[in-house]
């Protein structure tokens, strides 16, 4: 049993010491796992470490091989430096060369200029008196040009007044001429580059000569025509307002006027009456749109002066009417196309009575109703232009002034004060009536005073008029419609009956000019209704002016030569002294002679219209 136990003993023994060694192996393994896992770390963070090793190579070969490439360029940089500067050296050694030498150019060309400059100031020097002399007679001459330049301009104007008065006394029509530029439509169905091409039919062929004179140039004609004034193509509607002007002045102090506008088609006299804006709206403005006519800065002007007088003496209404083939239509009625019958007054004057009219305060009143009344105009396109204007526009601007601006004592048939002005006079005292101014006299007139007071053109006169009564003094502005030869205008139908009628009343009306020219004993302002209704104008008591209108061009020469050829015949007409009216009855005779009588006296040749 004991061997057994030792057996035992021993066995536990071994046992303890096998678990002991395991125990120390376990522990052993444990510390080398331990190991390992330090080992693994140490080993992630040394690739870790490699592998920023191994970009920081990668990118300092980077930095290395673009360091190469620029070291490459300087190289070259500093190659082409040093040729260039090379360059710069020599050719810094070559100025410095020329600068040496310079100085002595220089001193050779100075000597030579020098030479040259004392040369010419001997030669200037032994010229010197001629010089002065001539510089004298210069000065000389120059002032007595710019004397000669400002004694014509005097003279001029004062042969312009004086032909003005001189027109007056004999109670002339005054005449002037508009030559408009060309225009697109002149070449008619040929190519618009040849607009204006000399031999074309757009070639320019009627001329301003100065402002007086107008000349029709073709290689069949060479005529100049003369009128009081000419205004050429450049002329603004503001320049030819300006000549129109003084004559608005004359209707406040009792004076009929009345412009009109005759030419051909697309001449241009719409554009100069109304202007070239017919849609835009006028304001109560007192700057004008340039393109504005002689209507609406007529209307403004008046308006204004009439602005400038004693409140509520003075007042304003405006009608207007087209004659239509011979009719007189109101285009202000609610029914335009009825037809209006012409009166005439106790005192021989024309009238309309059943026309509308419309008191008006402001341009832009005036310029609407005009506007309106243009909607209701006749108008067709032509083979000339677009809007042709079928009739004869008239607006009337009547003022009517409140007896207590004039002054008078009521004039008795045969007393002294018949015949004189009467005057606005609102600031002047009444016991010293202050006389009207008269126009200066021609040089070389002796008439005596009372001759020339009778000789006079005289407004309507308060001489005239029962006291207490309203004077009415009346503005007609007229758009005549189109001379026109018909194979130029390519019309037919409805619109040849209205050319027909719209040549018949303008031969009429040269017709009128025609009898008043030659003093014949009958007028025949009833053969149509324009020159019935302008009676008053053309041959009565109005300062009337006409405004022709004339293309330019080649293709025109015919109707231009008519217009020049109408505006002479108008200038012809002496109208003599404005008189009172005589009643109907009592026809006139020949102005300023009643006992002259033009039965005998040959036709005047037709200025008239191309007749169809
Ligand atoms: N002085 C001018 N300056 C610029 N344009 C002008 C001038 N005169 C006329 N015109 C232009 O020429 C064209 C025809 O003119 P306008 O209508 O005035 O002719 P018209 O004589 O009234 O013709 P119609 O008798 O057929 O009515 C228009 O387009 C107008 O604007």
């Known amino acids: 049993m004991p061997i057994e136990m030792d057996q035992t003993h021993f066995l536990t023994d071994k046992l303890k010491t ?3 060694q395991s125990r120390g192996k376990e522990e052993r393994i444990i510390a080398l796992e331990t190991e390992n896992a330090m080992l693994y770390l140490k080993l992630a963070q040394l690739q870790g470490i490699l592998r920023d090793s191994r970009e920081e190579t990668g990118h300092l070969k980077r930095v290395n091989e673009s360091d190469q490439l620029q070291r490459q360029r300087t190289g070259e940089s500093l190659a082409t430096l040093s040729g260039q500067v090379k ?7 070559q100025l410095r060369l020329d600068a040496v030498a310079l100085p002595h150019q220089f001193q050779v060309e100075y000597d030579n200029a020098m030479s040259q400059a004392r040369l ?4 200037m020097r032994l010229n010197y008196s001629n010089v002065s002399d001539m510089e004298k007679k210069m000065v000389d001459m120059e002032a007595a040009l710019q004397e000669a330049n400002a004694r014509h301009a005097k003279e001029k104007k004062r042969r312009r007044e004086l032909h003005n008065t001189l027109m007056e006394l004999r109670g002339n029509i005054r005449v002037h001429c508009r030559i408009r530029p060309l225009m697109e439509f002149d070449v008619g169905n040929q190519d618009v580059s040849t607009l204006g091409r000399p031999g074309s039919l757009s070639e320019v062929v009627t001329h301003v000569m100065d402002d007086e004179n107008v000349v029709v140039k073709t290689s069949k004609h060479s005529k100049v025509y003369e009128f009081e004034r000419v205004y050429s193509p450049q002329e603004s509607q503001e320049a030819v307002f300006e000549e129109v002007q003084p004559m608005l002045t004359s209707l406040l102090d009792g004076y009929n006027v009345c412009i009109m506008a005759y030419g051909q088609t697309g001449s241009g006299k719409t554009h100069t009456m109304l202007g070239s804006h017919k849609d835009e709206d006028y304001h109560v403005t007192t700057e004008p749109h340039p393109d504005e006519g002689i209507i609406p800065r007529a209307t403004r002007e008046l308006l204004r002066l009439m602005e400038e007088k004693p409140p509520d003496t003075h007042s304003a209404e405006v009608s207007v009417v087209e004659i239509y083939n011979n009719d007189i239509l109101d285009l202000l009625s609610s029914d335009p196309r009825a037809k209006h019958d012409l009166v005439t007054n106790t005192d021989g004057s024309m009238c309309v009575p059943t026309v509308t009219s419309r008191p008006v305060k402001t341009v ?5 109703l005009v506007q309106h009344g243009l909607k209701a105009r006749r108008e067709i396109a032509t083979l000339v232009h677009e809007h042709s204007s079928r009739s004869h ?5 009547t003022v009517s002034i409140k007896p207590n601006m004039f002054l008078f004592p009521p004039a008795t048939p045969g007393s002294p004060t018949e015949g004189v002005f009467a005057v606005p006079l609102s600031p002047a005292p009444r016991d010293k009536p202050p006389r009207r101014q008269l126009p200066p006299q021609p040089q070389g007139y002796t008439g005596a005073k009372q001759t020339i007071r009778s000789r006079s053109p005289s407004p309507v006169l308060l001489a005239q008029t029962p006291t207490g009564s309203t004077v009415k003094t009346k503005l007609q502005l007229v758009d005549l419609a189109g001379s026109e030869c018909v194979g130029m205008s390519g019309v037919t139908g409805q619109a040849l009956r209205e050319t027909s009628h719209i040549n018949k009343s303008l031969c009429a009306l040269a017709d009128v000019l025609g009898a008043l020219a030659e003093h014949r004993a009958h007028v025949p302002y009833r053969n149509s209704k324009i020159t019935h209704l302008l009676q008053d104008s053309i041959g009565g008591d109005a300062k009337l002016l006409a405004m022709l209108c004339v293309s330019p061009a080649q293709r025109y020469v015919t109707e231009s030569l008519q ?10 007409v002496q109208r003599g002294p404005i008189k009172r009216k005589l009643p109907p009855s009592l026809e006139r005779v020949g102005p300023g002679d009643s006992s002259y009588s033009g ?4 036709r005047p040749k037709s200025a008239g219209p191309l007749r169809t």
């Not at 832009?364 to 609407?368: D, F, I, N, P, Q």
């Open 393 to 397: 526009l008239v607006v009337t601007l």
């Open 120 to 123: 010419q100031t001997q030669k």
């Open 599 to 602: 039965r005998n006296s040959p």
């Open 87 to 93: 360059a710069l050296r020599d050719e810094m050694k």
């Open 364 to 368: 832009y009143e005036v310029m609407s």
């Open 18 to 20: 096998l678990e002991c």
């Open 563 to 572: 217009c020049l050829g109408f505006g002479q015949r108008a200038r012809q």
